[in-house]
């Protein structure tokens, strides 16, 4: 379940799931449209599916599910839930001032 | 059999998980629950983790039950080093496949919160870890940290609910620590969610000494041990001390021990102490006390047997040097192995920590005798009712092993002399008093048995002496109504002997002036009887005379008529 973006990838990002729950799905898909609008081809998405690959939920001390971690640019930030709230995503992203 | 076989394992009620921690097993009765999370809560530095990670190691060393720890607090490197010093090898065990150890760090300043979440991750590394090792026991510490790192605390307590439930699930033995709390036994309530088995670890400083104990708040559906139990955390680990769980039932010995000194044995109708009983010494600074333990130490150990001595005044070398100096070699039974010596101040820990180190010396030493001296030191670190309910404990805990145990007190020269001062002397089955007299510009040691449970004791006053043989009891002089000893005996024995001589001479002499008047009287008998023989002689000389001259009268006669022819 890999999804990769031609371009400029200036923005790694890691999309920590267990399994294809609504859940998932549903922050999969709020990611996919503020990525399109803010961060249009120069990123790539990986998502994990941590009932495939149990271990790698150390490396990211991922706790909460689901969880978005920016690996690039620096510094690591996560944000997690359903991704629901965009102005509060765009803030963990650090594409918006925080207010 | 099927139906059978569950009715047995509903009798037999609830499964227990051994814990291995000293004391802790009694006090729960077997363990933790099996299959079933116990909440541990304390202040910081009770000894949680501690706890926890001996749960671990020690069921994967003792009852080689794999387990998992997940740590919120430390990561794996410095807690493989924090428990190194008790003489766990982390790094081994994991490279065993026995354990598992994973770190989970939350950042609050790294993570922005949108929408809808669960703690699925956790239950993922848990459930991986698990399952890779397949481990019977879990550790959890400290969950709550999860609460300062996550925001939606209505989330974290659904969720910690589910986990809860699905530990139990998984069957596994769960530990799950918690920091104290000002309203509830922990910060976050967790005891709401794990209430199978709650145990609180307290570490409090009284006279700023701190003294740790444990208490197992609620156990669902096991008895188990409701006092506050003193704990010791060493370089062996965690251990707990279940003594005052026991009651007045143990074995008694109608086995004598001699107590070392001959004279005494002969006071205590010529045997001595009974086996497993409890013997004070008291007396005033400078008694004999400790020489009086020494020959009961020194005794045991010449039969072979293991003597502990626990001394809270003196060092070993000085014990030992002084001893020397009255003819007992304490040195050569600590070669042997055969005397152990345990020297602290009492101000070193708590009573209750000196408790449980004494309870752990016991069991690692097997002794058949033990020495305290003095315990009255001990009443500088506790009250006279705490340090009676430790002399209790200590007593009841020996007697159970059948260890003989002397005690010496220090009771202050003004008090009463049979006031032992931390009120323990109802404790004690034997009772020896020292005391030391003042008089004629010397001080002497008396002995003397106070009491002595269960046989025929003297209740003669003894002059106890020491020299470099040892000691020696000797008879006081009684005599002319008073009691004299010292000096003041040898010159009274003296006295008498000089007395008995003079008497003896006088009557000799005497003897002798009879025996003279006898002789003198013997002589005057002699004389009347040689005078009334020449009386008599005379007598008879004086009749045959008379006779002699009738004879010549009449023959004269005769004669003078025949003369002149007369007819």
């Known amino acids: 379940m890999k999804t990769k973006k031609s371009g400029k990838k200036q923005w790694e990002l890691r999309l920590y799931v267990a399994g294809q729950t609504d859940r998932a799905v549903t922050a999969f898909a709020n990611l996919k449209k503020i990525c399109e609008e803010h961060l249009a081809g120069q990123y790539s998405i990986e998502v994990i599916d941590l009932l495939k690959n149990p271990k790698l939920a150390r490396g990211d001390q991922i706790v909460a599910i689901p969880t978005l971690v920016r690996k690039l640019p620096e510094p690591v930030r996560k944000i997690i839930g359903d991704l629901s709230n965009t102005q509060r995503v765009l803030v963990g992203l650090d594409l918006r001032e925080r207010t | 059999m099927a139906p059978q076989k569950r009715k047995d394992s509903i009798l037999s009620g609830l499964k227990k998980c051994p814990t291995g921690i000293k004391g802790l097993d009694e006090i729960t009765e077997g363990g933790l629950p099996r299959g079933r999370p116990t909440l541990i809560c304390g202040s910081a530095g009770c000894g949680k983790t501690l706890l926890a990670m001996e749960f671990i190691t020690r069921g994967i060393t003792e009852f080689n ?132 088995c709650v145990i609180f670890l307290d570490h409090r400083l009284i006279n700023q000494v701190a003294t740790r104990r444990l208490r197992v708040i609620k156990y669902r559906g096991s008895k188990h041990g409701t006092n506050e139990y003193p704990t010791l955390i060493d370089e062996t680990g965690l251990s707990v001390m279940p003594i005052s769980s026991l009651g007045l039932t143990y074995p008694v010995s109608a086995v004598r021990v001699s107590t070392g000194i001959p004279r005494l044995d002969t006071m205590f109708g010529g045997k001595g102490y009974f086996r497993g009983t409890s013997v004070l010494v008291s007396g005033t600074a400078g008694s004999g006390k400790t020489s009086v333990v020494t020959a009961f130490a020194d005794s045991i150990c010449g039969k072979g047997g293991k003597c502990l001595y626990l001394s809270f005044e003196e060092s070993p070398d000085q014990i030992i040097r002084n001893m020397g100096s009255i003819g007992f070699d304490l040195g050569k039974w600590v070669k042997k192995g055969l005397m152990k010596f345990r020297s602290v101040r009492p101000t070193m820990f708590g009573l209750e920590t000196h408790l449980v180190s004494i309870h752990k010396l016991v069991e690692d030493f097997q002794p058949t005798a033990v020495v305290v ?98 000691i020696a009891l000797q008879d006081v002089y009684i005599g002319s109504g008073t009691v004299l000893t010292g000096s003041a005996r040898m010159a009274q024995e003296a006295k008498d002997r000089s007395q008995e001589f003079l008497d003896n001479q006088t009557s000799e002499h005497r003897q002798l002036e009879l025996r003279q008047q006898h002789l003198a009287i013997d002589a005057q008998i002699a004389v009347l009887k040689a005078q009334s023989e020449g009386i008599q002689k005379e007598m008879k000389r004086l009749s045959a005379n008379g006779r002699q001259k009738n004879e010549m009268l009449h023959q004269q006669k005769e004669d003078i008529s025949r003369i002149r022819k007369a007819d």
Do not use: C
């Open chain 2, 65 to 196: 039950e794999p387990g998992v720890f997940m740590a919120f607090e430390e990561n794996a490197d410095e807690l493989a080093v924090n428990v190194a010093s008790l003489g766990i090898d982390v790094k081994e065990l994991i490279r065993q496949k026995k354990l598992a150890v994973d770190y989970v760090h939350i950042e609050r300043s790294e993570i922005e919160e949108t929408g809808e979440y669960d703690l699925e991750g956790l239950f993922v590394r848990l459930g991986n870890m698990i399952d890779s090792i397949g481990a019977k026991r879990v550790v959890l510490d400290t969950i709550e940290a999860l609460f300062a790192g996550l925001p939606n605390e209505a989330i974290l307590r659904a969720e910690l609910r589910r986990l809860f439930r699905w530990l139990k699930t998984k069957k596994v033995t769960a530990i799950i620590t918690g920091e104290q709390g000002d309203k509830h036994l922990t910060r976050h309530g967790l005891e709401e969610y794990v209430s199978d």
């Open chain 2, 373 to 470: 001296d003095p315990v009255t030191n001990l009443s500088s670190i506790g009250d006279t009712d705490e340090v009676k309910a430790m002399m209790m404990r200590i007593i009841d805990f020996l007697k159970n092993k059948q260890i003989t145990a002397v005690f010496t007190s220090l009771s202050s020269g003004s008090s009463d002399f049979e006031q032992s001062e931390v009120g323990i002397s109802s404790l004690m089955d034997t009772w020896i008093l020292l005391r030391n007299i003042e008089t004629d510009g010397e001080r002497n040691r008396l002995l003397y048995i106070l009491k002595s449970r269960g046989m025929a004791h003297s209740n003669q006053v003894r002059e106890f002496v020491l020299s470099d043989n040892g």
